[in-house]
Structure formats: structure tokens, C-alpha cells
């Protein structure tokens, strides 16, 4: 996992966790970067937020639509107190 300050999270990769992960958006403010990450499990797809790197919240859900729903939510809030994307962390979906 990576240690705050090294980079962004490329969208739509995977990323090494204990269960691997795709970033849907990554945004950032005063240094400081949140990233909503989807893990896929059996039963069950997880939304969690990393900060700066860090397992902050999740969420599990039953479906994709419910999911991204709840991750546009997360980001316009976001955007409303300031937080940015650059052209590498616009949505690949939701």
C-alpha cells in the first residue's frame, strides 16, 4: 500500500491491499488525497475510502448501481468543500 505523499492513485488500476482494489476516483485538497476504491467479494461489492493511502470507511453493498450511487454522492460532497481532480482522476464510471 502506499505511504502518503507518493503520487496519486491511477484510475481504474488495480492497487495491492489485502483484497485488491480498483480506484473509481481519487481527489485531492491541501495535500491531502481521498480515493474511493472498490473490492469485489462472493456475496458482495465493498466501497471503501482511503485517505492519504489508509483504510478510512467502508461500505458494503449488493449491487453496482447502489454502490456507484453512493460513491458520486461521497464525491460531489467532497467537491463541495474543495476537494479537486486532475485529468488523471476524473470518474471512469458513476
Known amino acids: 500500500m502506499r505511504e502518503r505523499g507518493e503520487g496519486r492513485f491511477p484510475i481504474g488500476t488495480m492497487i495491492l ?3 485488491h482494489g480498483t480506484v473509481l476516483w481519487a481527489l485531492r485538497s491541501r495535500g491531502d488525497e481521498v480515493a ?3 473490492r ?3 456475496a458482495a461489492l ?3 475510502y482511503l485517505w492519504n493511502g489508509q483504510d478510512h470507511f467502508s461500505q458494503m453493498f449488493e449491487n ?3 454502490l456507484l450511487a453512493a ?3 461521497k464525491r460531489q460532497e467532497l467537491e463541495a468543500n474543495g ?3 486532475d ?3 476524473a470518474p471512469v464510471r458513476g
Open 17 to 19: 491491499t489485502p483484497d
Open 36 to 38: 474511493a476504491v472498490v
Open 40 to 42: 469485489l467479494y462472493r
Open 46 to 48: 465493498e466501497l471503501t
Open 64 to 66: 453496482e448501481d447502489a
Open 71 to 73: 460513491a458520486r454522492e
Open 83 to 85: 476537494w479537486k481532480a
Open 87 to 89: 485529468s488523471a482522476s
